[in-house]
T-cell receptor, first 117, second 116 residues
């Protein structure tokens, strides 16, 4: 069965530090999607990225970057020069296309990031 | 504006008092689903619907009911709420194009439910 592990429960950094949030997944499907969501203190889920299993290119969006490595089943998320506004809970998620449906997400337990001045 | 709307956003109720959390989307999406979020457990799917009159259980369906009479609406019904259903609930929808589930999920803003 599919599984997503976010081993870091909570991370604290000082503003301007770089921080990497780890995500390790398990699936037997060859076709799947990986996601990252941000949940700020207000509670809504903010979509950050979706990656399909055939696209291993790393992605950069401003201060955010994602490293997808199929060999280690990891999809890590790095925030460069963190800011206080980055403080949130971040969720990694997986959906399986071969044996499931792309819209059925399996979430990790989340990593709470606290950025202080 | 494309959106998924949930109501109520906050609710405190008592054990056994039936309640419904509504979910409506304006994007003509076929797929809709409900998740609950609990500390240390992430989000888990409760029920989903691939289209009108087609619903199925997710990973944690016990104690919940759903219906899909119209494409835009997917209410979550708690017939007899219990304290272990205290949680943050999210509705989501996505487009199924030519029988292909695009996986492009749109989430509602969440409904925080407390059952005393």
């Amino acid at each position: 069965a599919q599984k997503v592990t976010q081993a870091q429960t909570e991370i604290s950094v000082v503003e301007k530090e770089d921080v990497t949030l780890d995500c390790v997944y398990e699936t037997r499907d060859t076709t799947y999607y990986l996601f990252w969501y941000k949940q700020p203190p207000s509670g809504e889920l903010v979509f950050l990225i979706r990656r399909n299993s055939f696209d291993e290119q790393n992605e950069i969006s401003g201060r955010y970057s994602w490293n997808f490595q199929k060999s280690t089943s990891s999809f890590n998320f790095t925030i460069t020069a963190s800011q206080v506004v980055d403080s949130a809970v971040y969720f990694c998620a997986l959906s399986e296309v071969d044996t499931g449906t792309a819209s059925k997400l399996t979430f990790g337990t989340g990593t709470r990031l606290q950025v202080t001045l | 504006e494309a959106q998924v709307t949930q109501n109520p956003r906050y609710l405190i109720t008592v054990t056994g008092k039936k309640l419904t959390v509504t979910c409506s989307q304006n994007m003509n999406h076929e797929y809709m689903s409900w998740y609950r979020q609990d500390p240390g457990l992430g989000l888990r799917q409760i029920y989903y619907s691939m289209n009108v009159e087609v619903t199925d259980k997710g990973d944690v369906p016990e104690g919940y009911k759903v219906s899909r009479k119209e494409k835009r609406n997917f209410p979550l019904i708690l017939e007899s709420p219990s304290p272990n259903q205290t949680s943050l609930y999210f509705c989501a929808s996505s487009l199924v194009s030519g029988r292909v589930d695009t996986g492009e999920l749109f989430f509602g803003e969440g409904s925080r439910l407390t059952v005393l």
